[in-house]
């Protein structure tokens, strides 16, 4: 007689003995992709569930012996045959693998069944950046490179310098400001590489960034420049939004232009963009940095260093600009101005950068928020701006002086400022700077060596330069010179059809990924979604309801791919990036559209 006895096993799995998982394999979107063994970014990991097991122990090593110092990541207590890594791994390759991984199940006393065979691969650029068509005049523009977390520039020609930025353009103001002539615009050179940074924690250290190949020398030739009204205003992506077409961009664009007199008529060699929230211009969101040229591109890596003073611009038009601060400059009404490039954001890891320690320039806040409010338009100009030399001020003493003093009173004190430098007395003159004006006396900023006679010259010498809008935003706007656009970046989480990127068990106990809308899956589903260029770190979070939107749960992650500890039932979940970049104090990118999916109870059968 045999006895009949119930056994918990979720339906079609074969009760056998333990056996070492099979079918280890890698994947970026669902565990049923074809298996490759190259990645431009991180992937995730699954295998074939292993009959009575309760967890899995994983290992990611640059060793394929899984030696203690190669280790990268390691997870225990995974609950389903699917496994994403909370962090991004840099370009690695090897011969014929630079990475491992291999898995085992865990019964309820411990390991059951050995280690898995190791799966290799590596982590490798697809492609090299090449120019994009059509082109612009001063403006840069290749193509993205999938797994890239930004780009070097390195600027050939007479400038010979490098930069990084996060978008896939530059602008050549290096060559344009303070040069109008066709020998330094008219034939620009350049090399561009892609980068990938390394997110997350890894257990042995790996290096912070990773490098793709530099690309030929590609040449950017742009016409002779033509002058005539500022005008033709657009902005530039992998779209354009001009005034036929108001369009989205994932990543705050590149601005494009022409002409270079303004309203009133006046000629000007400088530029500024200036973006705002409202049609009239005048809540301003980003100020640009001053260029010469008629691109401008927002840079994390700061301005170029804007001469100071007239001896500095005759200086500048012989050279190109080293990086540096912009000095701070004015609207027409006389209110200070400060470039968003010059707002360096925090490195301490509260602002979800993304960006590592070893990175050694700290990053500016150049990215705009999405626009998600009701219009969801940006507006935005193009100023021109003057370099405004400051006059020669001449008076005198108004009263004698001694060595050691510290103050001055002159006749008149109209035009000195603090800040200035003044000549006082007979030749040979002293030079001090002023600390402080009050009616006609004035505080210097170290004491006088010699006395000084009444009616002695005080002299304020040209030199000095200020930065000025010619123009005021409103008149500019109101005068027709107005662009639109709009900016959005919530990451794709759903495939073809609206069936979303999730991969798990499903209720018979297999190992899939989810090929229709509302999939349905046993134990903890992994989800995946797309990279935005413009984040560093993504959120996901989960409801039980798509509305009212009530979180039950949330995880911050560096990759792009989570495993979610969902219970039985059916619930939704979303995405969305973190940007460290965003000016202001805002670092949250806008949300994915909520997904739905279904987790089922155990299905249990009788076995004899």
């Known amino acids: 007689m045999t006895a009949a006895f119930a056994v918990a096993v979720p339906c079609g799995v074969a009760h056998a003995a333990p056996a070492a998982p099979g079918n280890l394999h890698a994947f970026t979107l669902r565990a049923d992709e074809a298996v490759t063994h190259t990645f431009a970014r991180t992937p995730s990991f699954a295998w074939n569930p292993v009959p009575g097991a309760t967890s899995y122990d994983f290992e990611l090593s640059t060793s ?16 389903s045959p699917t496994t994403a890594l909370p962090l991004s791994l840099p370009w690695i390759t090897g011969s014929p693998y630079s990475l491992y991984a291999h898995v085992r199940a865990e019964g309820r006393r411990g390991a059951i069944g050995r280690w898995s065979q190791p799966f290799g691969f590596n982590m490798r650029w697809p492609t090299v950046p090449v120019p994009v068509t059509p082109s612009y ?23 010979n310098h490098w930069f990084t930025t996060r978008a896939n353009m530059a602008d050549e103001r290096e060559y344009y400001t303070f040069h109008q002539d066709p020998s330094w615009t008219g034939t620009v050179h350049y090399r561009v590489r892609a980068m990938r940074w390394l997110y997350g924690q ?40 001009d005034a036929g077409h108001v369009r989205t961009h994932e990543l705050t664009p590149g601005f494009v232009w022409n002409g270079n007199t303004s309203i009133w008529g006046t000629a000007d060699e400088l530029y500024r963009v200036v973006v705002f929230t409202d049609e009239d211009c005048l809540n301003t969101v980003f100020n640009g940095a001053i260029v010469g040229s008629p691109a401008y591109v927002p840079r994390d890596v700061g301005p170029v260093a804007m001469p100071t003073d007239t001896t500095g611009i005759a200086a500048a038009r012989s050279t190109s600009l080293a990086f540096g601060p912009e000095p701070a400059s004015k609207t027409r009404e006389g209110i200070d101005v400060t470039t968003n490039e010059m707002d360096v ?7 979800h950068t993304g960006l590592p320690p070893a990175q050694v320039v700290k990053p500016a806040k150049v990215d705009l928020w999405d626009s998600d409010w009701a219009t969801g338009n940006y507006f935005w100009t193009v100023m021109p701006v003057d370099e405004a030399a400051d006059e020669t001020i001449t008076t005198s003493l108004a ?24 000549q006082i007395g007979l030749p040979p003159a002293e030079t001090r700077v002023v600390n402080a004006v009050a009616g006609s006396v004035i505080t210097l900023s170290t004491p006088l060596t010699a006395a000084h006679g009444l009616s002695d010259p005080v002299v304020r010498p040209t030199g000095r330069v200020s930065y000025i809008d010619d123009e005021l935003t409103q008149d500019s706007c109101a005068a027709g010179r107005l662009g639109k656009f709009r900016k959005t970046s919530d990451p794709t989480v759903t495939g073809q059809g609206g069936t979303p990127y999730v991969s798990g068990l499903s209720p018979n106990g297999k190992l899939v990924g989810s090929r229709k809308p509302s999939p349905r899956f046993y134990g903890p589903p992994l989800v995946s979604w797309m990279p935005l260029d413009s984040a560093g770190q993504y959120e996901v979070q989960w409801s039980r309801k798509a509305y009212p939107w009530t979180p039950a749960g949330s995880q911050l992650t560096w990759g792009t791919a989570a495993t979610l500890p969902l219970t039985p039932g059916t619930w939704y979940y979303r995405v969305r990036g973190l940007d460290g970049l965003l000016v202001g104090t805002k670092t949250a990118l806008s949300w ?4 739905r999916i279904v987790v089922t109870k155990p299905q249990f059968r009788v076995v004899r």
Do not use: E, R
């Open 399 to 422: 009263a004698t002086t001694v060595p050691g003093d510290t103050t001055i009173t002159v006749s008149n004190a109209t035009g000195i400022g603090v800040g200035d430098t003044l």
């Open 64 to 79: 394929k012996t899984f030696a203690d110092n190669g280790i990268v990541w390691h997870g225990d207590g995974i609950k």
């Open 137 to 159: 005049p001063g403006l840069l523009h290749w193509s993205k490179v999938p797994g890239a977390s930004g780009y070097m520039v390195w600027m050939l020609d007479g400038v």
């Open 345 to 351: 954001a925090a490195d301490d890891g509260s602002n």
């Open 592 to 595: 994915s559209d909520p997904v």
């Open 202 to 241: 890894t257990d042995n250290g790996l290096p912070a960034v990773s490098y793709g190949p530099w690309s030929g020398v590609y040449t950017s030739f742009n016409p002779p420049f033509v002058g005539g009204p500022l005008g033709n205003l657009a902005t530039v992506s992998d779209i354009v939004s």
